[in-house]
């Protein structure tokens, strides 16, 4: 009998062990609880601690290896396609996942799927939300309509033919229409205990303070179901703030530490995990009339005129020297002929030819801001390219606004009034994906407002570039395409292509598991604390 | 004594405790002899004219630098206090620095000194509701605390120097003002204001003569103990990116774009701080000093 309780015991203790994996404790950039409700705010970092821990979406992108480019692969939906009888290439077949259920038991099926984008879409629906309407509606521009065909199949139409409708649908999260309903049919009570299908869920909830996700046993994948006992979400905007709270061990996980730390972090033995991922910090050119950039010995002569080694040096090696738009080695890099490197004799003579020196310079004024989610270091940043540039003969004046009204700057384009006569504007892109990639920034009925494109660039080739890349369904000749793409982008050199992030984050030695995707977006569920 | 009094005509003779020249020979020497209020004009006229002659001091250029010797401790060979994160000599962008930032502080206070005591006085002096109003109006600023008001000004209005100086100018009126309508009202109550009406001396020879001379000198003294607010609220501003901007050297700025070294070269970090400190201490120093000094009893 004693043994026997000895033995009980023993095996309670031992299941504890083995189910507790800890609590991981992460300081975020963001000011405040990203959007809770499905479509989060606070952009790639929103979705990635909110977004694709909470919910899924239809097509979920792959984030288990560090070694290879993410891709997207089956969420909620385990197929999707043209449909095979429509000749207008723009009706698509999603096949539903079966057997998922929401956090609240309810079940999630095509009718969920459409309420979740009338919830975007349709502003006399009653559940839509304007809140994740401004989060979400612009992600899929591509969507003319969508029906349910039966419960686990959905048809969604597009406005014309676009290959890139997969990458758009990977936005869209799915929130639980029973949740919404017992809750009164209220979006801020939703917040409080929101529903998805996702890997977690939320267990409470202090806005700009912390949120507290524990794992979902029941999730459909299973072998992405967390091993923690629970994660922490804290917001910390403050880059020193949350080196502090690391070292004193208030929290064993930070997000961008700044790279003067890094030597002090590792140096008290925490680790520093980066990876490659699809970010870019350029200036984004405009290209209305009237400004310098018009000129294309002059975007060249600025893009061989950045020292990129010297800003490394300035970053503590965080960061990938720009070859082009696109990362060196991504699969849509292609072969640009022109070269971007340091170069300030070539630039200087380039500068001579548009007729500009260092003593007659050209003067022009530049938007930056002091800081902002990745933007890496803007300020000492920027000042570094300014020196570059004076260098060759273009004098920059910079125009400092905050963050948020840069980032309504950059919405309302360059001929906007609130640009106030800037010719460029220091802007850091999600390139993730062909449409946020390239597309957006250069087709000219994308011209901001409209859409993202600052500059108002408009090329009739590039146009045609960007309607193969929406026409062609084959993955290889869709990516053959978007090489052409980038080759345009480099060799007109449509930016200053200055450098690309590597997605630092510093963490306790105490933290294992984690695999750092190439992507903005990270998977949580292989972590586990060590004691 | 001096009061005479004719039937028929009254002869306006100064009976107000003016302070005259003596009065301002016995601050001076007072001051003077006040060894904290000296030792901090000496740190204040050791910056200024520092900032002023800098050009001529032969120091390294304040824009340019090194990207491979960034962020070298104090002391280190050609950089006595260091470098900044961008390899800049930060002796000489702390000089160049000081010229920004003392414009900074005393041009929103020089302003406001202006602006504030006349509204005050002419307020205070005229009373009734003209009083009010602007005491009413006065008194919706002072519902904002000077931080927030400086930087929702400043995000309105803009980053920029010439809008940092407007901002601040703004958030310091309102605490002018209020003192000297204060001080006015106390003053125009006084006997010699008095007897000055009645003799038929017109509203601005009263103020001009019996008003001004005594109450300027309060108004000053706390003009100058604002001086050290405006540096630290126009360095904040800078800090948050509304002041001056890259690559100017000024304090708030520097201190913004060091932060980050605070782990690597925390005393080259600290220097903008430090001198921020040390001027804006250094002007309430001697602001303490001088009305030590001015509350002399005729």
């Known amino acids: ?58 097509i979920n992108w792959d984030l288990s290896s560090a070694t290879k480019p993410s891709v997207l692969v089956p969420g ?52 839509y939300d304007p809140r994740q309407s401004a989060q979400g509606k612009s992600r899929i521009p591509a969507v003319a309509s969508y029906r349910t065909v039966n419960k686990l199949t959905l048809e ?28 009164g049919k209220n979006w801020e009570a939703v917040a409080k205990t929101p529903s998805g299908t996702g890997p977690w869920k939320l267990a409470s909830f202090v806005p700009h303070e912390r949120a507290e996700l524990t794992p979902n046993q029941d999730y459909w994948d299973k072998a992405r179901i967390p091993k923690l006992d629970k994660m922490i979400l804290l917001p910390m905007p403050e880059v020193n703030a949350r080196v502090a709270a690391l070292r004193s061990g208030q929290v064993d996980w930070i997000e961008a530490p700044s790279p003067d730390a890094v030597k002090s972090l590792t140096d008290a033995s925490f680790k520093i995990v980066t990876n490659a ?73 380039l500068m001579k030819e548009a007729g500009y020196t260092p003593e007659k310079p050209l003067v022009t004024k530049v938007l930056i801001s002091p800081s902002g989610s990745g933007q890496m270091q803007p300020l000492p940043m920027n000042e570094l390219v300014q020196q570059n540039l004076a260098d060759i003969g273009i004098k920059v004046d910079f125009e400092v606004v905050e963050w948020n009204q840069l980032i309504n700057i950059w919405r309302a384009g360059a001929t906007d009034p609130s640009a106030r006569g800037a010719t460029a504007i220091n802007f850091t892109y999600f390139i993730q994906d062909p449409f946020t990639g390239l597309i957006r920034h250069v087709q000219c009925n994308l011209a901001a ?36 793409m980038h080759e345009k982008y480099v060799d007109d050199a449509l930016f200053l292509m200055v450098t690309h992030d590597v997605n630092a984050r510093a963490m306790s030695q105490k933290v294992k598991g984690f695999v750092q995707a190439q992507n903005w977006f990270q998977d949580f569920s292989p972590i586990t604390m060590d004691k | 004594m001096a009061d005479t009094i004719t039937f028929g005509k009254v002869t306006a003779v100064p009976i107000a405790p003016v302070r005259g020249k003596g009065y301002w020979a016995s601050v001076i020497t007072r001051l003077v002899h006040d060894p904290v209020a000296m030792a901090a004009l000496a740190v204040i006229l050791t910056i ?87 005491m009413r109006v006065i008194d919706v600023f002072f519902a904002f605390p000077s931080v927030l008001l400086a930087i929702a000004l400043s995000g309105a209005l803009g980053a920029g120097i010439v809008n940092s100086i407007v901002s601040l100018t703004i958030v310091f009126i309102p605490q002018i003002a209020r003192i000297a309508e204060a001080v006015t009202t106390q003053t125009r109550n006084r006997d010699f204001v008095e007897a000055a009406r009645i003799s038929g001396a017109g509203t601005l020879t009263i103020i001009r003569v ?89």
């Not at chain 2, 340019?64 to 401790?73: D, K």
């Open chain 1, 1 to 58: 009998m004693r043994h026997a309780a000895l033995a009980l015991i023993l095996l309670s203790t031992f299941h504890h062990v083995a189910a507790a994996q800890g609590t991981l404790r992460i300081a975020m950039t963001a000011a405040d609880i990203p959007l809770t409700t499905g479509q989060t705010d606070n952009g790639g970092e929103g979705q990635r601690f909110m977004g694709y821990t909470i919910y899924d979406a239809l």
């Open chain 1, 76 to 127: 909620l939906a385990e197929s999707w396609g043209l449909d095979p009888n429509d000749t207008t290439k723009t009706k698509w077949i999603f096949k539903l996942r079966p057997g998922v259920h929401f956090h609240d038991g309810s079940d999630f099926t095509a009718d969920a799927v459409v309420w979740n984008l009338d919830k975007l879409l349709k502003a006399d629906s009653v559940q």
């Open chain 1, 156 to 183: 969604i139409t597009t406005k014309s033919p676009d290959a890139t409708l997969p990458y758009q649908i990977a936005w869209i999260l799915m929130s639980s229409p029973a949740n919404w309903e017992t809750l």
């Open chain 1, 277 to 349: 991922y699809p970010h870019n910090w350029t200036w984004h050119l405009s290209r209305v009339e009237g400004s310098p950039w018009n000129d294309i010995r002059i975007r060249k002569a600025a893009n061989l005129a950045i020292d990129r080694d010297g800003m490394k040096e300035l970053l503590a090696g965080l960061m990938i020297p720009a070859k082009g738009f696109l990362p060196p080695g991504h699969q849509w890099f292609g072969h640009p002929t022109f070269t971007v490197e340091y170069n300030p004799d070539e630039a200087r003579q």
């Open chain 1, 449 to 484: 407002p409209n859409g993202t494109n600052w500059g108002h660039y408009c090329d009739a080739d590039m146009d045609a570039l960007s309607n193969q890349v929406r026409n062609t369904f084959d993955p290889d000749a869709q990516t053959a395409i978007l090489q052409k």
């Open chain 2, 48 to 134: 200024v004219l520092a900032a002023i002659f800098a050009p001529y001091l032969g120091l390294a250029d304040p824009y340019r630098g090194s990207i491979l010797r960034r962020l070298r401790p104090i002391g280190f060979t050609g950089y006595p206090f260091g470098s900044d994160e961008l390899g800049r000599d930060m002796l000489t962008r702390l000089i160049y620095g000081g010229r920004l930032s003392l414009v900074m502080g005393v041009t929103p206070v020089l302003l406001a000194f202006f602006v504030g005591s006349t509204t005050g006085i002419v307020a205070a002096y005229i009373g009734g509701w003209v009083n009010m109003v602007v």
């Open chain 2, 210 to 298: 019996h008003v001004l001379g005594n109450v300027l000198g309060p108004i000053f003294v706390y003009a100058t103990s604002l001086i050290s607010v405006s540096m630290i609220l126009s360095s904040g501003l800078s800090f948050l990116g509304l002041g001056v901007k890259p690559p100017d050297p000024e304090w708030g700025l520097m201190l913004n774009t060091l932060r980050t070294a605070i782990y690597s070269q925390p005393l080259v970090a600290a220097l903008p701080g430090a001198m921020i400190f040390m001027t804006s201490i250094s002007f309430n120093l001697f602001s303490d000093g001088l009305r030590t000094a001015m509350e002399v009893r005729q």
